[in-house]
């Protein structure tokens, strides 16, 4: 039975506005603290059976050497974007892609723009 994603790790780089968007939709939100590391952050995901958002392109070099995570969405542009319009991306990627879909998958959010 596949399950939907339901929570989601912001990266510190997300803008804090997105992460109210998503708890608006029914999306439980871990933010790590600032000081944490990369690691740190791949634990939680990790603990939490859920994907990262993020902009840092070192997580994509995680994914690169293997390391298991839920799924890494990534948009180095990002900060480009309106919270809406990134809500809205994260949207139609969830209908796409369910938990199982995603795990040690890199997704590329700009393709969902």
Request: one cysteine or more; glycine letters at 2%.
């Amino acid at each position: 039975m596949s399950k939907k994603v339901d929570s989601i790790i912001c990266d510190e780089m997300i803008d804090p506005v997105v992460d109210e968007k998503l708890r608006d939709k029914g999306i439980e939100i871990y933010r790590p603290e600032p000081s944490e590391t990369d690691e740190d952050v791949l634990r939680l995901a990790r603990n939490q059976k859920a994907p990262i958002l993020t902009r840092d392109r070192d997580f994509v070099e995680k994914h690169k050497n293997d390391e298991k995570h839920h799924g890494i969405i990534f948009d180095p542009r990002m900060h480009y974007r309106t919270p809406n319009e990134i809500v809205s991306a994260l949207e139609s990627l969830f209908e796409m892609a369910d938990s199982k879909d995603m795990k040690n998958t890199l997704i590329r959010l700009s393709r969902f723009y």
